[in-house]
């Protein structure tokens, strides 16, 4: 099996090429990624609790899917894909941001990222992918925010960084 490629790009989101994703985060250059965020009509977020076994950041809860692009495909595409096979759901998704970050990791690699984010709405139980995902749960938008200053080891180093990005966005549109 060939390694996924990631889509590197430039400040304003434009394809400069492919790299293999594991020199990508070795490497720390930009590249194109997506955070799905799944809401109930509890406004509850759905959280992943990622593999035991994943390379970086195992055990560690996180936004209910993310990933990269693929070459040719949509973001909303993208983000439809990677829900199924790490949720076992569709559900439709709306892209509301992009913004750009670089999150180091403890493990050398670094991801640096122009990353759209985008929700959808489900009110089901998944049928969780073992071998992406350990665990998952609904909770409270306000108690992930007090959660992760209470217990930040417990949250992916992205999503501390893109939850907050998020919730000042549902702050500022009201939704």
């Known amino acids: 099996m060939t390694e996924e490629q990631v889509i590197l790009v430039n400040e304003n989101d434009e394809p400069i090429g492919l790299m293999p994703k594991l020199e990508a985060h070795e490497k720390a250059i930009l590249h194109r990624a997506f955070s799905v965020f799944i809401l109930n009509d509890k ?56 913004f750009i970050y670089k999150a180091p990791f403890d493990n050398g690699l670094t991801e640096h990222e122009l990353d759209h984010v985008m929700i959808g709405y489900y009110n089901e139980n998944p049928t969780i992918n073992p071998e992406e995902v350990e665990d998952w749960k609904w909770m409270k938008i306000e108690a992930v925010k007090e959660d992760m200053i209470s217990h930040p080891s417990l949250y992916t180093v992205w999503f501390k960084i893109i939850f907050d990005e998020f919730y000042h966005f549902l702050e500022a549109h009201k939704l």
């Open 43 to 98: 406004n509850e977020i759905m959280l992943q609790q990622r593999a035991h076994h994943k390379y970086h950041s195992p055990l560690l809860w996180t936004n209910t899917c993310c990933s990269h692009q693929r070459d040719g495909e949509t973001n909303i595409q993208a983000g439809n894909r990677r829900l199924f096979e790490e949720m076992g759901f569709r559900t439709e998704l709306k892209e509301l941001f992009h």
